[in-house]
């Protein structure tokens, strides 16, 4: 059983910076890609940033050049730096995996930005 789990979330103020973290466990297969993607209260789960096993990466828009996606392939872990976080990225934050054709989704963990 393929299990996600992330950690680094919580409260900073604007302009701050948040690490998160999340490791894959339990998959017999090589993981194709490995993102996050985000949900603020209600609105859409959406893409922030991925990471494909050859190091393709792709970002948001609202996150190019603040947000930082890198990928331990050793440890089936991702990561994403935050930096110079807004109030609007307060949400929560969802760890993604692509194994084969199957995609599989963490618990996902809180970010807020205050103002």
């Known amino acids: 059983q393929v299990q996600l789990v992330e950690s680094g979330g919580g409260l900073v103020q604007a302009g701050g910076s948040l690490r998160l973290s999340c490791a894959a466990s339990g998959s017999r297969f090589s993981i194709r890609t490995m993102g996050w993607y985000r949900q603020a209260p209600g609105k859409q789960r959406e893409l922030v940033a991925d990471m494909s096993s050859v190091g393709t990466t792709a970002y948001a828009d609202s996150v190019k050049g603040r947000f930082t996606i890198s990928r331990d392939n050793a440890k089936n872990t991702v990561y994403l730096q935050m930096n110079s976080l807004k109030p609007e990225d307060t949400a929560v934050y969802y760890c993604?995996?692509?194994?084969?054709?199957?995609?599989?989704w963490g618990q996902g963990t809180q970010v807020n930005v205050s103002s």
């Open positions: 993604n995996a692509l194994i084969m054709i199957t995609t599989f």
